[in-house]
């Protein structure tokens, strides 16, 4: 196994990981499982659902927990897929990430929102007040939708081109940056003696105009305990990695091949100088789904069994949509064509058709693998057997830490705190306590300072 000396780019002694909230689970035949009680069916419309996984993972201490978003039924036109994808259930993560603020104490809560069908001014404001309500934990997921039927719930007859969205997902973070940064840090003097609340010498308006944007400031609230939320990347794209090389605390990313992970993972990191930022200041998070149980037969035996409950039809429309075309007519147990390649479609579905050829199989093998994996690292066995996959992983230059995906709630998340990750600490690879109290410290994140006070308007943002 690689030592960290041998990897000169893997700059942290201890993993980072985050548990991803998500209705009944990661996988998509999770709702099926026999341990998924009716009652469970329906939580993921409350409260207590969410206040349990995120109580849960705080108590094994793990950093973060994150609640993806979907505005629209992505499946809405397509009948096999509307009637058995569970996943496709989202409430709003800013309600209820303000709504664990109370319940929780040190876990970090990210949560994401949209640069294409968003305003800068809005997403600011939200995670500004998440920041102070929570004491410092909030984080904003960038996400730019890749869903194109988001477009009509949006006033919108077309999704933007991913180039368009990315560049303006580019200055909407500058906007959104240079609005948390509206008041100084001590701007607010609270002087009742002198009669003074705000020094408005510590005001700064970011009044900022482009042919897409329009927005004066300042934010109506006061600059945040830590500085700036905590910013994370979702994607594998282009775009992705070039945003989270400027802009990102971290990155999300599925990155199912060890040696492509690893050329993902150095090209990530070497694009930071170019910003002026060292490899430390950005944390790469590939994906795991986690099937742990006390021995890998008994391991394996739950992941065969969560197979099993994916039928081809579902798995051949689940992958037609990563495709953007229907794939229905290819044979099952021939190869994928190369003309997918020439797709306009996510950028992990290059990903899933190397994985394809590069391990000779079928349009239903992978039909059935990526609707069993959505293109992560499934992992699978022992906790010996799973730590050894994560350590190489850790140690070799793929991963600064894992996005965690339970098959399902809430015997998924448990297996993965009572099992997994007593294996990790017993390994020095995860830690035992908070080192601070907010997410920033917890990250081992400086806080930003604020910049010198501006005279130029805010275009120079």
Known sequence: MAREQDT???????????????????????????????????????????????????????????????????????????????????????????????????????????TTYGDPYTVARAFASLDHLSGGRASWNIVTTSNPTVAQNFGRDAHPDKADRYDRAETFVRIVKGLWDSFEDDAFVRDQAAGRFLDPAKMHPVNFKSDEFSVRGPLNVERSPQGHPVLFVAGSSEGARQMAAETADALFTAQPDVEEGRRFYADVKGRLSRFGRSPADLAILPGAMIIVAPTDGEAHAKHADLKARIDIEFGVQYLSTLASTDLSMLPLDEPLPDWLRRQPAWSRLELVMDMAKRDRMTFREIAIHYADSYGHQVLVGSPNTIADQMQLLFESGVADGFLLRSTHYPAGLDDIVTLLIPELQRRRLFRTDYEGTTFRDNLGLARPPHPSARSAPATAI
């Open 8 to 114: 000169p780019l893997t700059r942290r002694k201890t993993m980072i990981l985050g548990a991803v909230t998500r209705g009944t689970g990661s996988h998509l035949a999770g709702w099926r499982h026999p341990s998924v009680t009716p009652d469970g069916l329906k939580a993921a419309s409350k409260l207590s659902h969410y206040a349990d996984i995120a109580r849960l993972a705080e108590r094994a201490k793990m950093h973060f927990v994150f609640l993806a978003d979907s505005p629209t039924v992505t499946y809405h036109a397509n009948p096999i897929l509307l009637s058995r994808a569970a996943q496709d259930y989202y409430l709003d993560p800013m309600m209820v990430l303000a709504a664990l603020a109370p319940l929780t104490q040190h876990i970090g809560l990210v949560g994401s929102m949209s």
